[in-house]
């Protein structure tokens, strides 16, 4: 069964205080590993998706890269708007586009 | 293009009521998806289509239905509302291109709550 763990639940940065949040998989066949944002109230944004280890993409303060067990997104000098809740999810080779998400890491930067 | 659409925003309902969740999309997606999100869990699949006239079951069916009569539209059917069902609700789509980009495209959500 196809599992999507992200660890921590929550983080409170001060403005320009990097760190990372951690995406744990385990997937028959990875199609993609899929990361997302959301902000309260609205339905999730996409960001990235990487399809093998070793891939890299970065988007402004955001660098996603990828293991062939996990997924990290690097939050560097984050910004008060970068606030908000970030979600991994995989797809598996035979899912039909199906998602399998984590739970999410809510993302506080306080100035 | 307006993106994925979904109506309403917010409903109350009574244990024991029905009700039809729409999501439009404009894309001309073949593939959409309903997921719940309940406070701290991530999105748990209910249903997901793959072209107009056939859907299948997703990890969370129970309590709900789905139809896709056409490709824009994925309406979820809550035949006999139980505070269960208690959750935002999101529609996505996708246009699922071989080797290229799946990334799925999200709705709005509707806040539901059954009391």
């Known amino acids: 069964e196809d599992q999507v763990t992200q660890s921590p639940e929550a983080l409170r940065l001060q403005e320009g205080e990097s760190s990372s949040l951690n995406c744990s998989y385990t997937?028959?066949?990875?199609?993609?590993l899929f990361w997302y944002r959301q902000d309260p109230g609205k339905g999730p944004g996409f960001l990235f998706t990487l399809y093998s280890a070793g891939e890299e993409k970065e988007k402004e303060r955001l660098k996603a890269t990828l293991t062939k067990k996990e997924s990290f997104l690097h939050i560097t000098a984050p910004k008060p708007e970068d606030s908000a809740t970030y979600l991994c999810?995989?797809?598996?080779?035979?899912?039909?586009?199906?998602?399998?998400f984590g739970a999410g890491t809510q993302v506080v930067v306080t100035p | 293009n307006a993106g994925v659409t979904q109506t309403p925003k917010f409903r109350i309902l009574k244990i024991g009521q029905s009700m039809t969740l729409q999501c439009t999309q404009d894309m001309n997606h073949n593939y959409m998806y309903w997921y719940r999100q309940d406070p701290g869990m991530g999105l748990k699949l209910i249903y997901y289509s793959v072209g107009a006239g056939i859907t299948d079951k997703g990890e969370v069916p129970n309590g709900y239905n789905v139809s896709r009569s056409t490709t824009e539209d994925f309406p979820l059917r809550l035949e006999l509302a139980a505070p269960s069902q208690t959750s935002v609700y999101f529609c996505?789509?996708?246009?699922?291109?071989?080797?290229?980009?799946?990334?799925?495209?999200f709705g709005p959500g509707t806040r539901l709550t059954v009391l």
């Open positions: 999810a995989v797809q598996a080779t035979d899912s039909w586009g199906k998602l399998q």
């Open positions: 997937v028959s066949g990875l199609r993609g």
């Open positions: 996505a789509s996708s246009p699922i291109e071989r080797g290229g980009n799946n990334e799925q495209f």
